[in-house]
């Protein structure tokens, strides 16, 4: 039915690579191609008429990541060429219990834009892979880890099966709905949520300056200022610089967490001068407010993040953050037989 299975994925600590490619994988007699989503490369691929696409991204805020979004209206208008979105999810266990993420609109906003641009959509399903944000939770255990990691091969192998023999599949419906309810949460999260995450990240002491976490990073968000990283506002959390740093010198600390709520909860208005600036607040449009506040938040959190930095090349300064950072006690995460020279192997032709 399909002359060439040609996937996309977008990843940070291999996830949503696996997927794509235990999807390829399960197809044996058609030949695959896998593609790395990441801003430093130009993907180069011809989309033959009768591919099938394979879309797998992880769901950030209940929805689908900006640079996948961003790919997807990059991609050329399409006459009925077929196309299945495995939106990776977060996947957990406690005790002996396998618990799912929650995708929210991550699949079916991506199938829309797909549609729209006249790609036929053959399935959505999501995939619960180990969560890798180990900003806020250690990385799950090896045998957690392979639990979870069955159940999504058999699930994704199931669904390619299916598929190729001609089966539409459209699943997680339930969660859509969800989703949709959670619309306010996940535009928010895109606009100014995950900007101010990305500014939670500093190197500690023990960070030699390698530079890896920027050659990895899928949306090129981190620079070497003063031979540190530095994050930028176009992070997309995906951990791959905290996850992949051979130092473990990527952290989170919970007095940067506290700095950051309270500089971007002081209200705006107590910024402005004298009464006359109050009422005109008071008599604003919404969206003025909003406007006033989204630049108030970036601007302060960037002041502060800097700041930071700065301070952080005093070693007193930067051993005092990471010795209060929860981070520095936390299980790191990648994918389990997933390399580095896998997920970005040049050029973007990945082996399938």
């Given at each position: 039915m399909y002359t060439k299975i040609t996937?996309?994925?977008m990843t940070g600590t291999g996830n949503s690579y696996q997927v794509a490619k235990w999807f390829s994988e399960s197809v044996k007699q058609v030949p695959a191609e896998l593609f790395q989503v990441n801003e430093n490369k130009q993907i180069d691929v011809n989309i033959g008429a009768q591919d099938l696409l394979v879309f797998s991204y992880p769901t950030h805020g209940f929805t689908a990541p900006w640079l996948m979004i961003k790919y997807i209206f990059r991609l050329p208008q399409s006459n009925g060429i077929h196309a299945v979105l495995l939106p990776t999810r977060a996947g957990t266990?406690?005790?002996?219990?396998?618990?799912?993420?929650?995708?929210?609109?991550?699949?079916?906003?991506?199938?829309?834009?797909?549609?729209?641009?006249?790609?036929?959509?053959?399935?959505v399903a999501a995939v619960d892979m180990p969560s890798?944000?180990?900003?806020?939770?250690?990385?799950?255990?090896?045998?957690?880890?392979?639990?979870?990691?069955?159940?999504?091969?058999?699930?994704v192998t199931k669904l390619a099966q299916a598929i190729t023999a001609g089966q539409t599949v459209y699943r997680g419906l339930l969660p859509l709905c969800t989703g949709l309810l959670l619309a306010r949460i996940s535009l928010m999260y895109?606009?100014?949520?995950?900007?101010?995450?990305?500014?939670?990240?500093?190197?500690?002491?023990?960070?030699?300056g390698c530079?890896?976490?920027?050659?990895?990073c899928p949306k090129a968000s981190i620079v070497m200022v003063g031979g540190k990283p530095h994050w930028t506002y176009t992070c997309d959390s995906c951990m791959a610089c905290m996850n992949f740093c051979p130092q473990q010198s990527i952290q989170v600390s919970p007095l940067t967490v506290f700095l950051f709520a309270y500089i971007v909860s002081l209200p705006v208005t107590h910024w402005l001068t004298g009464q006359i600036g109050y009422e005109v607040m008071s008599i604003a449009p919404g969206i003025?407010?909003?406007?006033?506040?989204?630049?108030?938040?970036?601007?302060?959190v960037a002041f502060v993040c800097w700041l930071l930095h700065h301070l952080l090349r005093l070693k007193?300064?930067?051993?005092?953050?990471?010795?209060?950072?929860?981070?520095?006690?936390?299980?790191?995460?990648?994918?389990?037989?997933?390399?580095?020279?896998?997920?970005?192997?040049?050029?973007?032709?990945?082996?399938?």
């Amino acid at each position: 039915m399909y002359t060439k299975i040609t996937g996309f994925f977008m990843t940070g600590t291999g996830n949503s690579y696996q997927v794509a490619k235990w999807f390829s994988e399960s197809v044996k007699q058609v030949p695959a191609e896998l593609f790395q989503v990441n801003e430093n490369k130009q993907i180069d691929v011809n989309i033959g008429a009768q591919d099938l696409l394979v879309f797998s991204y992880p769901t950030h805020g209940f929805t689908a990541p900006w640079l996948m979004i961003k790919y997807i209206f990059r991609l050329p208008q399409s006459n009925g060429i077929h196309a299945v979105l495995l939106p990776t999810r977060a996947g957990t266990r406690m005790f002996g219990l396998t618990l799912p993420g929650m995708e929210g609109t991550a699949g079916y906003l991506i199938a829309l834009l797909l549609w729209f641009k006249g790609y036929k959509i053959r399935g959505v399903a999501a995939v619960d892979m180990p969560s890798n944000w180990t900003a806020v939770h250690w990385g799950l255990n090896e045998k957690n880890v392979n639990i979870i990691f069955a159940k999504a091969a058999a699930k994704v192998t199931k669904l390619a099966q299916a598929i190729t023999a001609g089966q539409t599949v459209y699943r997680g419906l339930l969660p859509l709905c969800t989703g949709l309810l959670l619309a306010r949460i996940s535009l928010m999260y895109l606009i100014i949520g995950q900007l101010v995450l990305a500014k939670l990240f500093f190197a500690s002491n023990t960070c030699t300056g390698c530079g890896l976490c920027q050659r990895l990073c899928p949306k090129a968000s981190i620079v070497m200022v003063g031979g540190k990283p530095h994050w930028t506002y176009t992070c997309d959390s995906c951990m791959a610089c905290m996850n992949f740093c051979p130092q473990q010198s990527i952290q989170v600390s919970p007095l940067t967490v506290f700095l950051f709520a309270y500089i971007v909860s002081l209200p705006v208005t107590h910024w402005l001068t004298g009464q006359i600036g109050y009422e005109v607040m008071s008599i604003a449009p919404g969206i003025m407010i909003f406007l006033i506040q989204y630049i108030y938040t970036l601007g302060s959190v960037a002041f502060v993040c800097w700041l930071l930095h700065h301070l952080l090349r005093l070693k007193p300064v930067a051993a005092l953050l990471a010795a209060l950072s929860h981070t520095k006690y936390f299980r790191r995460y990648t994918a389990p037989g997933v390399s580095l020279q896998a997920i970005h192997r040049p050029p973007n032709r990945q082996p399938a």
